[in-house]
Structures are given as structure tokens and as C-alpha cells.
T-cell receptor, first 114, second 115 residues
Framework: DAGVIQSPRHEVTEMGQEVTLRCKPISGHNSLFWYRQTMMRGLELLIYFNNNVPIDDSGMPEDRFSAKMPNASFSTLKIQPSEPRDSAVYFC????????????FGPGTRLTVL | AQTVTQSQPEMSVQEAETVTLSCTYDTSESDYYLFWYKQPPSRQMILVIR????KQQNATENRFSVNFQKAAKSFSLKISDSQLGDAAMYFCAYRSASSNYQLIWGAGTKLIIKP
């Protein structure tokens, strides 16, 4: 199994630009998570999808953030417009509900907004 | 609300020796799951070990084992025969059985392996 795939691994952009992060979950998994990790706040859950439907987006910081999951094998997290305080590592994780419920993480995207 | 506390921001151990990382949690629930994740410099979060609260037997995975003390709400991770590749941040996490997705994370412990 290829594991959770994220792209890009690194993104450097300027304030005000649109940023799109991509995630391919493990094949067969039916839940997907987007997290943000910073030194100050640790690991924060941004949004949780189950069967492609957003279940909990209470962690999405502002309207500038949006996430979609058009099908079971792809999700995006978009920031528009980006700000320097959005600089962080963004993780995608997936799991198969009904088994051990363990979340498997992707390698993360390090976002730097200048 | 549930909380997870890792009281050791940093630990160091000599290669080949044993180290124990501590984790305590606060909950009023009786059914839950506990996890240890490892985050090496590559950043990827890797599951190390998982424990169901209803199981009295401590989980083990090769050189990794836990000491789960339910009454004390303690969930420590023991790493035996430490290797250089074990150097990483280690995060303890809690999930209530009644919440099928929300993980509560500790702040992490940085483990340094001395050659």
C-alpha cells in the first residue's frame, strides 16, 4: 500500500496568493482528516470527512480556508488569500471506520507564506 | 473535557538502553483508546502502538511496549534497546469510544538518542 499521499511536500508563496494542498488517502479508507501543526498550537484538527461528506469543520480557522472531497480518493485544502500566520505543516490522515480506527498520516506539506 | 499531558518536553537515552516516556490523561469515560505516534525529522506521523482501555493486557510492538494503568490514567511508552532511528518527537493521543474521530493530543516529548 502506498500510504497517504500529499502534494506538494513544500510550498512557498507570497501573502495574498491562493494555496491548494492535495491529499490522496489510502485506498479503501472511508474517513479523511486535515490537520495543521505549529510550534505554538501543536496539532489541530481542521476538518473531518466521512464517506466524502464533511462532518466536522469546526477547526477551520476562517472563511479563507476551504476543503473539498469530490471522491473517495482525493481531497483538497485551499487557502485564499494566504497570510503569513498560515505558515505551518499541514497533514492529511485517513482511516477505515469500523476496524481499529487508527489514523494513518501522510508526510505533510510544509507551507511558508512570505 | 479530556486532556492529555506529556510532562517531559525532552528525554535523552544512550543507544541500546531503555527509556520510558510518560503520558497521563484525564477523562470521566471508561471506554477509550490510547495511541503513541512518532514524528521523526521527516515530519511524518507514524503510529507506534495502540491500546484499548477495556484490555488489561499491555500492548507491545517489538521493542515498544506500554504500561497502561487505567486507574491512575497513565499510559507510558517503553522503548527497549534504543536505536538511533528512534530519535523523534513522540506524541500521546486519546480518543473516546463515544467520539469516533476526535483525537486529543499531548504536547509531545522529544527523544534524543546518544550514540
Amino acid at each position: 500500500d502506498a500510504g497517504v499521499i500529499q502534494s506538494p511536500r513544500h510550498e512557498v508563496t507570497e501573502m495574498g496568493q491562493e494555496v491548494t494542498l492535495r491529499c490522496k488517502p489510502i485506498s479503501g479508507h472511508n474517513s479523511l482528516f486535515w490537520y495543521r501543526q505549529t510550534m505554538m498550537r501543536g496539532l489541530e484538527l481542521l476538518i473531518y470527512f466521512n464517506n466524502n461528506v464533511p462532518i466536522d469543520d469546526s477547526g477551520m480557522p476562517e472563511d479563507r480556508f476551504s476543503a473539498k472531497m469530490p471522491n473517495a480518493s482525493f481531497s483538497t485544502l485551499k487557502i485564499q488569500p494566504s497570510e503569513p500566520r498560515d505558515s505551518a505543516v499541514y497533514f492529511c490522515a485517513s482511516r477505515l471506520v469500523g476496524t481499529q480506527d487508527t489514523q494513518y498520516f501522510g508526510p505533510g506539506t510544509r507551507l511558508t507564506v512570505l | 473535557a479530556q486532556t492529555v499531558t506529556q510532562s517531559q518536553p525532552e528525554m535523552s537515552v544512550q543507544e541500546a538502553e531503555t527509556v520510558t516516556l510518560s503520558c497521563t490523561y484525564d477523562t470521566s469515560e471508561s471506554d477509550y483508546y490510547l495511541f503513541w505516534y512518532k514524528q521523526p525529522p521527516s515530519r511524518q506521523m507514524i503510529l507506534v502502538i495502540r491500546q484499548e482501555a477495556y484490555k488489561q493486557q499491555n500492548a507491545t510492538e517489538n521493542r515498544f511496549s506500554v504500561n497502561f494503568q487505567k486507574a491512575a490514567k497513565s499510559f507510558s511508552l517503553k522503548i527497549s534497546d534504543s536505536q538511533l532511528g528512534d530519535a523523534a518527537m513522540y506524541f500521546c493521543a486519546y480518543r473516546s469510544a463515544s467520539s469516533n474521530y476526535q483525537l486529543i493530543w499531548g504536547a509531545g516529548t522529544k527523544l534524543i538518542i546518544k550514540p
